[in-house]
């Protein structure tokens, strides 16, 4: 038998607004923001208490996590695309031939190769399994990153 508890970002505040630029794609190449929701399925044997993990310690780690996201710049540092130059007070970015001068402390810089859905869900997921909130019952993570309504991606790891 499998239990699994889920969280969606929507409903339970876990949302973050942010810009970013994918030069990878025409469109998405021009500096654009969403507002993001997170998402988390966590399967689990519950404990003797019934409980697989406690959500509002669940929801705090989450939200500390996109606290860092809201209303910045999401900056990918391991771009192959974009050139992004790390400046104390700017930070520029080319991409696609146009130059970006961002103010650095509006910026925050991810270890992802492209700010995608998909990416930040690695992303969080990550920072989620590095938390040390994750106890010895918890056998699998998905953590999901809608972009807007009605679009996201999902990834998932087992522990
Ligand atoms: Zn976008």
Redesign the pocket.
Known sequence: MNSYITIDGWRSNIRFSSA?I?PEYEK?GRL?G?TYAVHAKITGKPDEKGIIMDFTAFKKVLRDIVNDLDHRVLVPEKSKVAIIKKGKNNVNINSLGKNYEIPTKDCVFLPIKSTSAENLSSYILNELINSELLTKNIKEIEIGVD?GFGQGARISKKL
């Open positions: 970013h994918i998405c654009h969403h972009e």
